[in-house]
């Protein structure tokens, strides 16, 4: 449970901190589009990250849930 805990922890905060670099890099005028631009990434991900993991855990069984998270974050 630790280390699921620690996992979870990490991998949740990637999003926040992806805006938080973003909005420093862009100017003013840009920050919408941006935003909109994780904002759309993130929700594609959302979408296509549950099929992706499904299947990998029923090849695998319930390790297959870390296994697709770690390959998806490390790409």
Do not use: C, K, W
Not at 30 to 49: D, P, W
């Amino acid at each position: 449970m630790l280390f699921v805990g620690l996992y979870m922890g990490i991998s949740a905060a990637i999003y926040p901190i992806a805006v938080a670099i973003t909005n420093d890099l862009m100017e003013t005028h840009q920050i919408t589009a941006a935003s909109t631009a994780l904002l759309l990434s993130y929700g594609i991900g959302s979408i296509i990250g549950p099929l992706i993991s499904s299947l990998f855990m029923d090849f695998l069984g319930p390790r297959g849930l870390f296994v697709s998270n770690a390959l998806m974050l490390g790409g």
